[in-house]
């Protein structure tokens, strides 16, 4: 079997790993152009970015993504490069009001190994590095530059088709390019786009120590609601950290520009405007200070992805935001691109066979839509937590976000079920047997 994937990010390099894993030959595909990013560089004094390897902050795996990453071989050098989140904490926005989720006990009602009970934090630049780094050693290829404009399915191969007039064929076509995925367009539907949600983030990252910045939390939101005001801060280790702001008031770059991503060239002038911008806000001042000293500041526009009834048609199939990209507020996006691939991994390890590809397609559809739809609605209800005031209002919003967190700590509601690809997928493949 030979596969292509159109995207070599988090999702797209993990995977190819999968597939690798399996048996499965697979070749990755990206848009990005490494000539053309280091010509901008050049030109604008950025740092040379691409995807997410120079670009981003941090992000959060729990156990079901965690559980993925360790089938694939990589659990103990991804926990070598990153710090346990044992706690998430929401503020008002000027750090008062402490609301504290255990995230640990949460964890442990569905996960028997220790080792994953914490959620960890983990650079994504490092997290891509871990990841590329092992398609390289298991000899996958990746191939920069090729931006997707058609998909042709005959039924028997598909063949993706590159703006630079090159083309690739195979047995299947996986699409793992994000929530803006040119597969997602051009094999289902040209109406099939993410939505702009009218809020965009600014991503932080910060040297602690070089600028003696005091960060407790792990994790940590400081909320204004009736202003539409949230900052969200990451301690990735004792020495880096990542700050996220929201606002409402910017235009959206990524409407009319592909390279929206890269990180401001003109950093003291976009610090400062971000560090005094918050400041008004009323944030803490070690709040403050990270933004102020960030070395580093991206824009990420945020989208969300309306909900696709099926992540298959025909031999293409779609996964992680490209299938279902949601807004991040939840933490649960990568969770769930972590989670389609290590559901197709324990489908291919069953059926590794060209003749199986439409069996192992309409399994994984089955299990991985009503999952991935029940995340990006609690991802939409923790955004409405977070942006929505209430007619009694700010306290009052704050206080029945206190009895959630309440009830989620006292086992009261789960915030969501761990996924276990092994089982799910056996248990699938069961059902279908007695059906048949």
Not at 134 to 141: D, F, P, Q, T
Not at 246 to 269: G, H, I, Q, V, W
Request: hydrophobic share 45%; glycine share 8%.
């Amino acid at each position: 079997m030979e596969v292509i994937i159109s995207g070599s990010g988090l999702v797209g390099a993990a995977m190819a790993l999968s597939l690798h894993k399996a048996g499965i030959k697979s070749t990755l595909y990206d848009q990005i152009d490494l000539l053309e990013a280091a010509k901008a560089a050049a030109m604008t004094g950025a740092p040379v970015a691409v995807e997410f390897g120079d670009s981003g902050g941090s992000v959060m795996l729990g156990a079901s993504a965690l559980r993925v990453i360790k089938k694939l071989g990589l659990l103990d050098e991804l926990l070598a490069n990153s710090s346990p989140s044992k706690f998430t904490h929401w503020f008002k926005i000027d750090g008062t009001a402490q609301v504290v989720l255990d995230a640990v006990h949460s964890n442990s009602k569905g996960e028997p190994d220790p080792a994953l009970h914490a959620p960890v934090q983990i650079m994504r630049s490092k997290l891509h590095s871990i990841l590329i780094n092992a398609c390289s050693k298991a000899g996958i290829r990746t191939y920069m530059g090729k931006k997707l404009v058609s998909v042709d399915d005959s039924g028997f191969r598909v063949t993706a088709h590159f703006a630079d007039g090159s083309s690739a064929t195979g047995d299947l076509l996986i699409g793992a390019d994000g929530i803006h995925s040119a597969t997602r367009v051009k094999a289902f539907d040209e109406k099939l786009k993410a939505e702009f949600t009218g809020v965009l983030g600014y991503i932080g990252v910060v040297d602690l120590e070089a600028h003696n910045i005091k960060l407790h939390e792990t994790c940590a939101f400081y909320i204004e609601r009736n202003k539409k005001q949230l900052v969200a801060t990451f301690k990735v280790t004792e020495k880096i950290a990542a700050i996220n702001v929201m606002t409402f008031a910017d235009p959206d770059p990524e409407e009319s520009n592909e390279d929206a991503y890269r990180p401001y060239s003109d950093l003291p002038k976009h610090s400062a405007r971000l560090a005094d911008l918050i400041a008004g806000w009323g944030v803490p001042k070690n709040v403050e200070a990270m933004m102020r000293h960030a070395y580093r500041i991206s824009p990420a526009s945020i989208y969300d992805l309306p909900d696709l009834k099926s992540y298959h048609k025909g031999k293409v199939v779609l996964v992680g935001d490209a299938a279902h990209g949601m807004v991040p507020n939840a933490g649960l996006g990568l969770v769930s691109g972590l989670e389609d691939v290590g559901t197709l991994l324990e489908l291919f390890l069953r059926f590794p066979e060209v003749k199986d590809i439409h069996k192992v397609l309409r399994i994984y559809s089955k299990l991985r839509v009503p999952q991935a739809t029940d995340a990006a609605a609690r991802s939409r209800a923790m955004s409405k937590q977070y942006y929505s005031s209430s007619v009694f209002g700010q306290s009052f919003s704050h206080f029945v976000l206190r009895l959630g967190i309440f009830a989620f700590n006292h086992d009261m509601v789960k915030f969501y079920d761990i996924f276990d690809c092994p089982t799910q997928v056996a248990a699938a493949v069961a059902a279908e047997g007695d059906a048949q």
